[in-house]
């Protein structure tokens, strides 16, 4: 990702995040909401995880990120204009490649129970959930119901 990449990578995941609707009560909380958006027009220039930019005639259009833990893929957004077209598949398996690459045994990624689609997204993948409950959300500050899912490699 270059520098020039950054306030798109951000944009991008924000409007995802909008995209998804009200999963939660808390997220029409607007200082949230901020709290949300600022994160992510941060996360492109503060991140030291492995980020891949999925673009489309030169065009940032989604975008992952691997960050904290070696087999747990953190991020997967996809712009809303470019949703359902394969994008975030392509991440996710670009993603277990590379952990399988690495000599993982499983990767993880996780989302909001309410998140319907990223759920079906993980499953169409090979993802099985392996967790459901309620989580601390730090840039949120909220407890949401979260689902955790794993795929094994090999």
Known sequence: ????????VGRVGWEAWRSTGPLDRGFADPKVAQRVKDAFL?????TNGHVVVADMDGQVVGWGAREDEPD???DIWIAPDFQRRGIGAALVEHFCAVMG????????IATHQKNYSAIALYKR?????????MEHDSIMGLELPKVR???LLF
């Not at 990702?1 to 798109?8: E, I, K, L, S, V």
């Not at 993948?125 to 409950?133: N, P, S, V």
Request: hydrophobic residues 35%; positive net charge.
């Open 1 to 8: 990702m270059t520098a020039a990449d950054h306030d798109m």
């Open 42 to 46: 941060r996360f492109p220039s503060t």
């Open 72 to 74: 747990y893929i953190s």
């Open 149 to 151: 899912l794993r795929r």
């Open 101 to 108: 690459n690495e000599g993982l045994r499983q990767a993880r």
């Open 125 to 133: 993948c090979g993802f099985d959930i392996a967790w459901q409950g």
